[in-house]
């Protein structure tokens, strides 16, 4: 079982950037791929953005491409989600998964507890 722990979160203005991060322990992290969710408050959680464990795959929502990147370190255990931009309905709880790139949740057996952005405008 792997633990993922992530951090970066904050209140940021309209505009503004974050960089999230994500430590993984174990040994298995490199072999999988790794995705960001996030969740507002009274929605569902949703898809931000994936990474093959080669990071030459990396899908985005469509509400987030060209201002989020995520990125991984595999010799470090680490995955990142740097975004840029921001705007109010980025705000939610960010969370770092492993196992797949999907965009389906259920498709990830591994969560962080997540790390909680707020851009206020």
């Known amino acids: 079982q792997v633990q993922l722990v992530e951090s970066g979160g904050g209140f940021v203005q309209v505009g503004g950037s974050l960089r999230l991060s994500c430590a993984a322990s174990?040994?298995?992290?490199?072999?999988?791929?790794a995705a960001w969710f996030r969740q507002a408050s009274g929605k569902e959680r949703e898809f931000v953005a994936g990474?093959?464990?080669?990071?030459?795959?990396?899908p985005y929502a469509d509400a987030v491409k060209g201002r989020f990147t995520i990125s991984r370190d595999n010799a470090k255990n680490m995955l990142y989600l740097q975004m840029n931009s921001l705007r109010p309905e980025d705000t939610g709880v960010y969370s770092c998964?492993?196992?797949?790139?999907?965009?389906?949740?259920?498709?990830?057996?591994?969560w962080g507890q997540g790390t909680r952005v707020t851009v206020s405008s």
């Open positions: 174990g040994r298995d992290f490199s072999r999988y791929g």
């Open positions: 990474i093959n464990y080669a990071a030459d795959r990396t």
């Open positions: 998964a492993l196992g797949s790139t999907s965009t389906w949740p259920g498709a990830y057996a591994n």
